[in-house]
């Protein structure tokens, strides 16, 4: 069974920034361990041994990483804001790839739009998403249909799915984080319209 401090996850679970897994273990796949759930980005200072949940994360996350391998070859998650994604590149940075695919769907930037932005020599495909998930976003836009994984257990849906991602060609418009910036909107409220 892989353990995780074998893998480019290792060094986050070790800073303690991996929190609410709904997933977190072996896949189905051999040498390979899978998250599901947040990472920490940015933490809220500490008094004495008190624990404070951190200022914000990027949620929601779905990856996998390889046993021996610096790199995390596949990542998507929800960033409640744009502006955050500079935190998520420095606080990954090495465990990032040039060649890995990564999908950050964000609270406050045009339904339609679709982006492609460099940081350094990482690629991220931005995408939009308001009251939806990043697990349902991903199906979508992978071509998972939900019948493909009925049979498989939670190791094996996230295999699937994430593998399936890695094949998106995602050509969308690139454009640079500081247009970025401009161009996004106020950060939406996630519970406005929800009864009490």
Not at 147 to 153: Q, S
Request: net charge negative; hydrophobic share 40%.
């Amino acid at each position: 069974m892989t353990a995780i401090e074998n893998t480019a996850l290792g060094r986050l679970e070790k800073e303690g920034r991996l929190l609410n897994a709904v997933f977190k273990g072996a896949t189905t796949k051999p040498g390979r361990f899978g998250f599901r759930g947040d990472i920490a980005l940015k933490f809220q200072a500490q008094v004495a041994d008190e624990k404070r949940p951190p200022d914000y994360s990027i949620e929601q996350v779905l990856t996998v990483a390889q046993k021996g391998e610096n790199t995390i070859p596949v990542l998507a998650g929800y960033l409640h804001s744009f502006a955050y994604l500079t935190d998520f590149a420095e606080v990954l940075d090495a465990a990032l790839s040039p060649h890995g695919s990564y999908f950050i769907f964000c609270n406050n930037i045009d339904l339609l739009a679709k982006y492609r932005t460099k940081l350094g020599d990482i690629t991220f495909h931005v995408l939009p998403c308001d009251e939806s998930t990043v697990w349902k976003e991903m199906m979508y836009l992978a071509g998972v249909d939900k019948n493909d994984l009925k049979r498989l257990d939670a190791g094996g849906r996230l295999d699937c799915l994430l593998e399936a991602a890695q094949a998106v060609g995602a050509s969308f418009d690139e454009i640079s984080y500081e247009d970025g910036l401009k161009r996004m909107q106020p950060v939406k409220n996630r519970n406005e319209n929800r009864p009490v």
